[in-house]
Nanobody
Framework: QVQLVESGGGLVQAGGSLRLSCTASGRTFSSYVMGWFRQAPGKERQFVAAISWSGSSTYYADRVKGRFTISRDNAKNTVYLQMNSLKPEDTAVYYC?????????????????WGQGTQLTVSS
């Protein structure tokens, strides 16, 4: 089992940048595929990005491709989401999640482990 804690959210102006972090407990972090999802008020949770166990493979939602970058540091048990060129429509609670197989990484129901979320607000 793994416990996840996100940090780094906040208020940023449109066009700005922010980096989210998600730190995992336990000694098996490198065995988990990590994903970032987001949920805006009144909307369904959306896939944002995923990264494989070693970080060699990444996958992005079209809506963030070219603006967001997912990375991980297995020595620090941490996955990051670097967000650039932020837009007001990026405003949401951002969650990190963990799973083991690299399949259906864009499907939230495939992830058994979730953090509590961190709020990102992008002002226009």
């Amino acid at each position: 089992q793994v416990q996840l804690v996100e940090s780094g959210g906040g208020l940023v102006q449109a066009g700005g940048s922010l980096r989210l972090s998600c730190t995992a407990s336990g000694r098996t972090f490198s065995s988990y595929v990590m994903g970032w999802f987001r949920q805006a008020p009144g909307k369904e949770r959306q896939f944002v990005a995923a990264i494989s166990w070693s970080g060699s493979s990444t996958y992005y939602a079209d809506r963030v491709k070219g603006r967001f970058t997912i990375s991980r540091d297995n020595a620090k048990n941490t996955v990051y989401l670097q967000m650039n060129s932020l837009k007001p429509e990026d405003t949401a609670v951002y969650y990190c999640a963990a799973k083991t197989p690299w399949d259906s990484v864009y499907t939230d129901t495939k992830y058994p482990y979730w953090g509590q979320g961190t709020q990102l607000t992008v002002s226009s």
